[in-house]
């Protein structure tokens, strides 16, 4: 994955202000950072919603092997 540095984010803010303009450039700045914020808020909620899925999977499937477990050993005690 390409990594961005200091040069070419320089380069990309000027280029921002020439094209929006010096009073455009910060109300973008905001408008970009809401956005950001707002992916990551999307973001982290699906992630806790696909732990919390990935979890009751997980509690399903130790359920099921206890309960085999212990239908195996009433079976051995029956016999």
């Known amino acids: 994955m390409p990594q961005i540095g200091w040069l070419e984010i320089l380069a990309i803010v000027i280029i ?3 094209v929006l303009g010096p009073k455009e450039f910060p109300i973008a700045l905001k408008k970009i950072g809401s956005y950001f914020g707002k992916l990551k808020n999307t973001l982290s909620s ?5 732990n ?8 399903e499937k130790d359920l099921n092997k206890q309960k085999n477990i212990n239908k195996e050993n009433g079976k051995k005690d029956n016999e």
Do not use: G, M, P
Not at 46 to 50: I, L, P, R, T
Not at 52 to 59: A, K, Q, R, Y
């Open 16 to 18: 921002a202000i020439l």
């Open 52 to 59: 919390s899925v990935t979890e009751n999977i997980d509690i």
């Open 46 to 50: 699906f992630q806790k919603e696909v």
